[in-house]
């Protein structure tokens, strides 16, 4: 039996969430909106501009197994190519594979230059979001094994924000438990019982550009372009 994916697409996603948030947090919003770019752009583009606040993002990279980049042997995260990224390692995973020190090494350098890459190409079109003393809501399209978010929510919070929030469509039930344990509050409508991928809960998942993340960013941060993505 065909069973409807649980949203359109991304900005459909972050259209819902945006509601959601405002019926929760209406009267204690954030100061500030962050994305996990890419995919986590549009659904965040979708929450700034309903709450009023600025997009800003928070760059996250996966430290891939060698040979198996898809398994996440943890994360690395930073809002600031000047700050040490924050490094989130998945210790019980670690515990259980034959990987030596120096592969491991390896793996993360990999993850820094990745890093590295990403935040230098969007510098240009990405505000300088200054977290000391700041509430924020960080976004992704979804959470699979939720490494990457959980670096992200440490990386926040040793930039110093006072308050991290974490707003996200579709999560595996146990990242969910493992990110919400970490932040001080999780928005997710949809918890499936079974998950095999965060593509796999949308009608339209396609890889999200670099030139849709400079456009909303210009258009949440009112230097919007000619015409609006879709």
């Known amino acids: 039996m065909f069973v409807s994916a649980l949203f359109s697409d991304r900005r459909g996603a972050g259209r819902r969430l945006a509601g959601l948030a405002v019926a929760r947090w209406g009267g204690v919003l954030p100061d500030l909106v962050l994305a996990l770019p890419r995919g986590g752009v549009p659904v965040a583009f979708e929450l700034a501009m309903a709450l009023e606040r600025p997009l800003g993002l928070l760059f996250v990279r996966k430290v891939g197994m060698p040979g198996n980049e898809e398994l996440a042997l943890g994360a690395l ?5 000047r ?7 998945n210790t019980t995973l670690l515990t259980q594979l034959p990987l030596s020190p120096s592969l491991l090494d390896a793996a993360i350098e990999r993850a820094r230059c990745e890093l590295a890459r990403a935040m230098e190409r969007f510098a240009s079109a990405s505000p300088r979001v ?6 924020v809501l960080v976004v992704d399209d979804g959470l699979a094994t939720g490494a990457t978010m959980a670096a992200a929510v440490v990386a926040a919070r040793e930039r110093g924000a006072k308050e ?8 595996a039930r146990e990242s969910a438990s493992r990110v919400e344990a970490l932040c001080d509050g999780l928005l997710c409508p949809e918890l499936p019982a079974l998950f095999s991928s965060v593509g796999e809960h949308y009608d339209e998942f396609p890889q999200t550009s670099d ?18 993505p879709m």
């Open 130 to 135: 200054e977290l000391e003393g700041a509430s």
């Open 164 to 171: 991290v929030r974490v707003a996200v469509p579709v999560a």
């Open 77 to 81: 995260a930073s809002a600031s190519g």
């Open 211 to 228: 030139q849709e993340v400079c456009a909303l960013l210009g258009l949440a941060n009112g230097r919007a372009p000619h015409a609006e």
């Open 83 to 89: 700050l040490t990224p924050t490094l989130i390692l």
